[in-house]
């Protein structure tokens, strides 16, 4: 990979500062009005992604109409008032176009992929009503987002578009040279990150990992073609990282531990090419969760401890907190109770210390649940299946009802420390729970553990739901 940079005597698009929203924000600094978003959407149901630097590109007036998520959370922050009052264009304006409703986008398929594998999330192909937070065929940088991801090889170009689902991939020929990217390059790389995190909080790994591989590909690409300016540089080196991190996630979860080992050393390299710490810091606390799952606890260890060191000096505990908690993974699969116990107590720690402006925006689904979650499962590495439990139901019932995935996923931790806690009545009724969240999430992971606690049922199928439990668990049909 390489990159070069240029100073651009002009930008991509001629600008205007947007001085109405820079009114409303006051005395405010934009990281603290971008926590103020966050409150407020959080008052209505909606989950936005906002930082300082969100804040600032509306301000600069990159931002000309925010996605509806946005629109709905700055009228609820600002009674009486309108888009237009807070400086923003109006949507037609900014599209060119009136926005077609989902079902109308065009379905576009990789060369052998048939109609069926476009849906993944449903055998039966069923569509799942749009996603409320799924906004991203309605505002200003969507188009961009469908022509971003353009590498030119000799005569290929690969073209990945967000489909309402997922992603979906086209290759087609042409001869067209790769321009230097620009700001709206690295804002719709970054939004695409955001999705795919989304998209995989509500429906699992599975279906969409491959989807996700061309864009990673065309960011690459990216870099290598060059940008207009140094700081856009820094962004789509970062962007890239953080993508092929999403994209290493994706393979993990789905049980393609050498693909994601790949892809975390992937963004490993971008970050200590870069000097990026936080990027670093991501990049290694996902190492060492993979290197937990993949039965390689020592390296889990290190992984977590090196983690910690790069993480330290950006000042955030939340993100300490979780880095703990992933040297305590490594610890338990160890059996080192004691050092299980030592990081866990660090975790709880730090995690009281509460959030703050240097919390990583990817650490949005790190929370109380979260934290109960892992503890569950370091207990259960340790064989205590009474506490196993007791953590993995908190866990359950604190989940934000937004995140399908996790929801199932505690269910089906919980589910397997009852069985194996000698609690086969309460486990059945735990996987039925799982069962019924299995037509939103696909997820290797939780399959696998659905089918481990069902093997422990077996000889208990007298016991009170654990017959209908297995019957159905029997007839759920598999990831393929």
Do not use: K
Request: hydrophobic share 40%; with cysteine; glycine share 8%.
């Amino acid at each position: 990979m390489t990159s070069s940079t240029t100073t651009s005597s002009q930008p991509d698009r001629p600008v205007r500062p947007n001085v109405a929203f820079r009114q409303v924000r006051g005395r405010h600094s934009p990281a603290e009005f971008a926590a103020l978003v966050r409150r407020a959407a959080r008052e209505i149901g909606e989950r936005v992604s906002c930082d300082a630097r969100y804040i600032g590109r509306v301000e600069a007036g990159e931002i000309r109409c925010p996605n509806y998520a946005y629109e709905r959370v700055f009228l609820h922050m600002f009674p009486g008032r309108t888009l237009a009052d807070l400086g923003f264009a109006p949507r037609s304006s900014v599209r060119g176009r009136a926005a077609r409703p989902p079902e109308d986008v065009p379905l576009v398929l990789a060369p052998g992929e048939t109609q069926g594998a476009a849906e993944p999330y449903d055998p039966h192909e069923m569509r799942y009503p749009q996603d409320p937070y799924e906004t991203h065929d309605n505002y200003e940088e969507s188009d961009v987002l469908r022509r971003l991801f353009m590498t030119g090889g000799g005569a290929t170009v690969a073209a990945a578009t967000l489909g309402p689902l997922g992603f979906t991939i086209d290759a087609v020929a042409a001869d067209r040279p790769v321009r230097r990217a620009g700001s709206s390059h690295a804002a719709a790389l970054e939004e695409a990150v955001r999705r795919i995190r989304l998209l995989d909080d509500r429906h699992g790994a599975d279906g969409l990992y491959r989807r996700a591989a061309a864009p990673l590909r065309a960011a690459y690409a990216l870099l290598d073609a060059g940008a207009t300016r140094q700081t856009t540089a820094e962004r789509l080196h970062s962007g890239a990282g953080e993508l092929a991190i999403s994209v290493g996630w994706l393979a993990h979860d789905s049980g393609r531990f050498d693909d994601a080992r790949s892809h975390y050393a992937e963004a490993l390299a971008t970050a200590r090419m870069t000097g990026d710490p936080g990027l670093e810091a991501h990049a290694f606390c996902n190492t060492a969760f993979l290197a937990r799952d993949a039965g390689r606890p020592r390296e889990a260890v290190r992984a977590a401890q090196a983690a910690q060191r790069v993480g330290r000096p950006l000042g955030s505990a939340r993100l300490m907190s979780l880095l703990a908690l992933r040297e305590a993974g490594g610890w338990a699969g160890l059996a080192d109770r004691t050092g299980t116990e030592q990081a866990l107590a660090r975790a709880q720690a730090l995690f009281e210390r509460g959030h703050s402006d240097a919390d990583p925006e990817w650490m949005s689904f790190y929370g109380e649940a979260e934290l109960e979650g892992l503890e569950a499962q370091c207990w259960s590495m340790l064989g205590d299946w009474r506490r196993a439990a007791r953590h993995a139901h908190r866990a359950a019932e604190l989940q934000d009802p937004h995140f399908t995935r996790n929801i199932a996923l505690y269910t089906a931790e919980l589910a397997d420390d009852l069985a194996r806690g000698g609690r086969p009545d309460e486990a059945a009724t735990a996987g039925m729970r799982v069962l019924d969240l299995l037509d939103q999430v696909q997820s290797s992971r939780i399959q696998g553990m659905l089918a481990g606690t069902a093997r422990v049922l077996l000889p208990h199928r007298r016991a009170s739901g654990v017959q209908e439990f297995l019957d159905r668990h029997a007839s759920t049909p598999r990831v393929v």
